[in-house]
């Protein structure tokens, strides 16, 4: 009777199939040993800095998102969803997320004053 493998095991198994098939698909099993250590060096860097700044910025992108919609015509207008929705989502802290006021309005509001450099 064979055993399921742990969590573990299973993810240690994924994670050697991901780095086999990475190493397929662009050709880093046929690179020498220094060139596979810069190669997963510069992978390693650039996956940890994309991961991190999803991490950072997904509360803001999520509430820039959500007050754009608000304002839309197809979602309801008038404040429905960041009213409702908003701080159901996250809890509230002493400091705006870079969100203070009216960011939105004012920033659509200088675009609708600024002169169009296109027209002669």
Request: proline letters at 5%; hydrophobic letters at 45%; glycine letters at 6%.
């Amino acid at each position: 009777m064979s055993s399921s493998p742990s969590t573990i095991e299973a993810l240690a198994r994924w994670a050697r199939l991901k780095k086999y098939r990475i190493e397929v698909t662009y050709g880093v099993y046929v690179f020498t040993p220094v060139e596979k250590a810069i190669f997963w060096t510069i992978f390693c860097f650039l996956f940890t800095t994309i991961s991190f700044a999803a991490v950072l910025y997904t509360q803001r992108n999520v509430l820039l998102l959500l007050r754009y919609a608000s304002s839309s015509f197809y979602v309801g207008g008038e404040g429905h969803i960041i009213n409702n929705v908003v701080p159901n989502l996250f809890p509230r802290s002493g400091v705006p997320l870079g969100m203070a006021g009216s960011g939105i309005t004012s920033v659509a509001e200088t675009m609708s004053t600024a002169a169009n450099s296109q027209i002669p």
